[in-house]
């Protein structure tokens, strides 16, 4: 009886962890993390000035009320920041993994209130349904490649 227990799971665990091995390889964005970015229409909406967003140091694009822009991202530690002085938050990617950060900046007196959020999935999938894609003049830098579907898009077309 032990031996065909042993072969059993011998059997499904080969297969299992054989399964896994080729789905990464044929999976193309398995070596990078995708990250979206998305800025819904604030109940304010006075203001819908661009909205800066810093990857470690550089200005990576702007954004602006109502979009949405993806990025592919090596595996590793990010210092997202709005403005240059502040910081904002340390996302930490993995590889194959999609992760989802609100942009947001509301009128707070005098100032603004500017915060980066990182969204559950199942919020962040809605909210992004309802936004445009971030048009190629706001995009600020060439070191990452940008992701123009949104997620839903970009899972049926695999």
């Not at 091995?21 to 990250?35: G, I, M, Q, R, Y």
């Not at 100032?111 to 909210?127: P, V, Y």
């Not at 048009?135 to 695999?158: C, R, V």
């Amino acid at each position: 009886m032990k031996t065909l227990l042993s072969i059993i799971f011998i059997f499904v665990f080969g297969f299992s962890v054989f399964g896994q091995s080729v789905n990464k390889l044929t999976t193309p964005d398995s070596e990078f993390a995708t990250v979206y970015f998305y800025r819904l229409k604030e109940v304010s909406g006075l203001d819908n000035r661009n909205v800066k967003v810093h990857i470690n140091q550089q200005t990576v694009f702007l954004m602006t009320q109502g979009h949405f822009i993806g990025l592919k991202m090596k595996p590793g530690k990010y210092e997202l920041k709005m403005s240059k002085n502040q910081s904002e938050m340390l996302l930490k990617t993995e590889s194959g993994k999609t992760y989802f950060v609100k942009v947001s900046q509301t009128a707070a007196g005098y100032f603004f209130a500017e915060s980066l959020t990182e969204i559950a999935e199942d919020l962040a999938l809605f909210q992004i349904s309802k936004l445009t894609v971030l048009g190629d003049g706001k995009l600020k830098s060439k070191s990452y490649e940008f992701i123009k579907a949104t997620p839903l898009e970009k899972q049926t077309s695999k």
